[in-house]
């Protein structure tokens, strides 16, 4: 598994030979510093440790700063292994978007929107209590019986109840890669990518 680590743009669209509106989004991928090599005799397995986007050096560790400081660059925010790169990388070597071909699949790891506390209706789309009648009161979106009473008297884990909801990982796989455009390090995938504009994702490739 190769790949890179990037920040999401925002979403776009772009037409393709048969005229069909395709909705995109827009990744800015790298560049990624080699901050890190892990070999099998050391680390008992083979990766790269990529870097992404600068940082202030007050902001960081001593121990990160030596750590940068060997693969002579400025801190990084974020940091993430990769495996599988074609050709042996050292550190400091410099990963654009050219890693990525304009037609093949890449998986894209990211973490969706975070929507707070909410309830059933909104967390899992319960219905509620539709055509309220026989006196109902303030009670349409509810989420209504939780299980039995006497036995087991208590409540299962798992139950689908009101609480925090997204702000979690997500990875979407096989998103085709539409266009590259290497001068401004700019990935378009098709489709959505989980979370909000300028959040982290991390892009993956397969083969």
């Known amino acids: 598994m190769s790949g890179l680590l990037g ?5 776009t669209s772009i037409y ?4 069909k509106n395709i909705p995109c989004t827009v990744i800015q991928a790298g560049p990624c510093i080699v901050t890190q090599v892990r070999t099998k005799d050391v680390d008992g397995y083979e990766a790269i440790q990529l870097g992404f986007e600068d940082k202030k050096e007050k902001h960081t560790t001593k121990a990160m700063k030596g750590h940068f400081d060997k ?3 400025t801190p990084k925010r974020f940091l993430a292994e990769f495996s599988r790169f074609e050709e042996k990388k050292k550190f400091g070597d410099v990963l ?15 973490t969706s929107k975070g929507k707070g506390f909410q309830g059933v209706v909104k967390r899992y789309n319960f219905k509620g209590v539709n055509d309220a009648t026989h006196g109902q009161h303030n009670r349409l979106r509810a ?21 925090r909801t997204g702000g979690k990982r997500v990875k979407l796989i096989n998103l085709q890669v539409m266009k590259i455009i290497p001068e401004n390090n700019v990935i378009v ?19």
Do not use: C
């Open 189 to 207: 995938v098709k489709g959505a990518v989980p979370g909000p504009n300028n959040s982290l994702v991390k892009i993956e490739r397969w083969s």
């Open 96 to 110: 654009t978007v050219d890693v990525f071909q304009e037609g093949e699949y890449v998986d894209v790891v990211g």
């Open 7 to 11: 920040k999401k743009i925002g979403m």
């Open 71 to 73: 693969a002579d660059t």
């Open 143 to 163: 989420p209504g019986s939780i299980g039995a009473s006497s036995y087991p008297s208590r409540v299962f884990k798992g139950m689908r109840m009101a609480g």
């Open 16 to 19: 393709d030979e048969n005229g």
